[in-house]
């Protein structure tokens, strides 16, 4: 079903997740018509005033959804998932707070529907894959329990990880 869900979403207007300053968004034309083109591609209304709060939402949207790409791949495997967060306010509620911004939907569908949308405009398609998926969660997990031991990381640690370990080992 994953991959059903990425290959059914080709097009040819960039990932969203791709846009990193106002001027690109300038590029799209007016700011009514950026804004509508997003609100397009994500499905859901976003109430926003200027080119800088477009931008805004769309960085936490992008943020969100390739924190949680893991989550929202499950709920969107099979309908029975999204179901089983409880009644339909209380899926509605999860599946806001998990993005960060309230979802105005009034069924299960539209709720599959704008969630697809939104997962299909901003995730990484870098971080599709499960094993990608993995690596990066490890190293995250990696540098914030080295972080925790007191040693100091950057976020994409330049050594391999067993280096470090040796670097760092009470030496007998």
């Known amino acids: ?42 499905g859901v209304a976003l109430k926003i005033n200027g080119w800088n709060q477009l931008l805004k939402r769309i960085h936490e949207l992008s943020f969100s959804v390739n924190e949680n790409i893991e989550k929202l791949i499950f709920l969107l495997d099979e309908k029975e998932h999204l ?35 939104i997962v299909v405009a901003f995730r990484n398609r ?6 990608a998926i993995f690596e990066k969660n490890k190293i995250q997990n990696f540098i914030h329990s080295s972080r925790l031991e007191g040693i100091p990381m950057t976020d994409a640690p330049a050594l391999k990880m067993a280096d470090i370990i040796e670097q760092y080992r009470v030496k007998q």
């Open 126 to 131: 870098d971080m599709i894959d499960k094993a």
């Open 1 to 42: 079903m994953q991959k059903k869900i990425i290959d059914n979403t080709s097009s040819k207007i960039p990932a969203l997740y791709k846009i990193k300053d106002v001027e690109t968004l300038k590029s799209f034309g007016s700011y009514t018509e950026a804004k509508i083109w997003v609100e397009e591609k994500v």
């Open 83 to 117: 179901k089983e967060l409880g009644s339909f306010p209380d899926a509605k509620k999860k599946v806001s707070a998990l993005l960060g911004f309230q979802i105005k939907v009034r069924s299960w569908k539209q709720l599959e529907r704008s969630l697809k949308s």
